[in-house]
C-alpha cells in the first residue's frame, strides 16, 4: 500500500519575460494592473494511493487538483480542468 501527496505549481511569468509570440496573444492571458498579459502563478494540491493486488495487479487512485484551482498552463489558452478523481487498474 502506497499514499502520495504531491504539489504541482508553476510560477507566474511577467508581461516583461513572456516570450515575443506570447505577447501578441493577449486574449489567452491574464491582464497585469498596467493592461500587459501575464501568465499568473497557480498550483495543485494532488494525493494518489497504490495498493497491489496479488503481484501482477495494481489498483490506483487519485484525486487531483483537490482545491479545484482554475488554470491555465502557459501558452495553452486551454483552461484546466477542475477536480479530478482517477481510477485505474493496471494487469500485467
Known amino acids: 500500500f502506497k499514499v502520495d ?9 511577467a508581461f516583461a519575460d513572456l ?4 505577447v501578441e496573444k493577449d486574449y489567452i492571458y491574464a491582464a497585469d494592473a498596467n493592461g500587459n498579459p501575464y501568465s499568473p502563478s497557480w498550483y ?3 494525493l494518489r494511493t ?4 496479488g ?4 489498483l490506483t487512485a ?5 482545491t479545484d484551482q ?7 489558452g486551454i483552461a484546466a480542468a477542475g ?7 493496471k494487469y500485467s
Do not use: C, G, M, W
Not at 501527496?5 to 511569468?13: G, M, P, Q, R, S
Not at 516570450?19 to 506570447?22: F, G, L, R
Open 5 to 13: 501527496a504531491f504539489v504541482n505549481f508553476n510560477d507566474e511569468i
Open 83 to 89: 477536480r479530478n478523481f482517477i481510477l485505474s487498474l
Open 50 to 53: 497504490q495498493y497491489h493486488i
Open 70 to 76: 482554475r488554470y491555465k498552463t502557459y501558452s495553452s
Open 19 to 22: 516570450a515575443p509570440s506570447e
Open 55 to 58: 503481484q501482477s495487479t495494481l
Open 62 to 66: 487519485s484525486l487531483e487538483n483537490i
Open 44 to 46: 495543485t494540491l494532488n
